[in-house]
């Protein structure tokens, strides 16, 4: 498969080494999966943690709620924000769109209109089965934003195309967001998707755990033999497919990599904003251009924004938890203002 080593060495200059920073964001994440499983409403010692780890005491409430509560959490937490990471950063690869991202492009707000719909019709579905159903919605809302993002492009000038892709993602997310809250009231569900909806995670178990983990390995699988085709298509389409890649094999592939990790997540943990939009801004940042070395720094980097985001929302107000979708916007919403200004200045 072809590459753009070049291309990719000159970015890298000036930037942290990928290896060093995939290992600093490993061992953070270890830290702090420590800690999160030790903090909630009752804390709880390391050394207990430990303990229930390695010597399992079936009699010890301490012990039951670090192994069935706790720790899935924790590792549901970082599966959801590796996948959301890597999806926000195929869909900048190879969209070359700064503002693109699960949460605005109207991918999570499909996956969740889907799950909601799922829950009054198919209330008994296996959580494969929601997945799937998560991944339709996906692949509708992306569709359709992509759709509008288009037409508005040929009908006007394309000097904002970009922006107005991002207008007609947040147009559509408002939609399908109508139609879900008007569907849990009118069915009578609000109360059963009210936590689920407002982007919270607590309550998982190893069952969800089970479930999410073969769709997140088979994505970033996916992903990751894209990596190189990704980087290629940073240069232009022309320009790659001169270099003999095929951009819509790459572009199809892509897709579904974005529909199988954004509906696997927002199918288990609902549907989490902005993580997709900062990760892979702040990876590029750090280590440069290059998608080899990009879709492995965001994983790691969305795991752990996540976790610490949920381990925060544990915190704010005890014993009550904040949905983390909250601490995730506050982070997110001002930078993509920021990104929505300088790609249209003209326009904002």
Known sequence: MPTARPAAAQSRKGRLRPSFLLCLALAGTLVLLAVSVSTGAASIPLSTVIDALFDYDGASV??????????PRAIVAIAVGSALAVSGAIMQGITRNPLASPGIMGVSAGSAFAVVVAFVWW??????????????????????VYGAGALAAHLGSAQYARVKLALAGAAVSALFGALSEGIQLYFGIAQDTMFWYAAGISGVKWAQVQTILPWLAAGMAVAMLLSGSITLLGLGEDTAAGLGLRVRRTKLLGALAVFALTGSAVAIAGPIGFIGLVVPHLTRFLVGIDYRWVIPCSAVLGGLLLLAADTAARLVNPPQETPVGVLTALIGVPFFLYLARREGKGLL
């Open 123 to 144: 209330p008994v579905l296996s959580y494969h089965a929601m997945i799937v159903v998560s991944m339709s919605g996906a692949a509708i809302g992306a569709a359709i």
């Open 62 to 71: 301490q012990h039951y709620t670090i192994l069935s509560v706790r720790l």
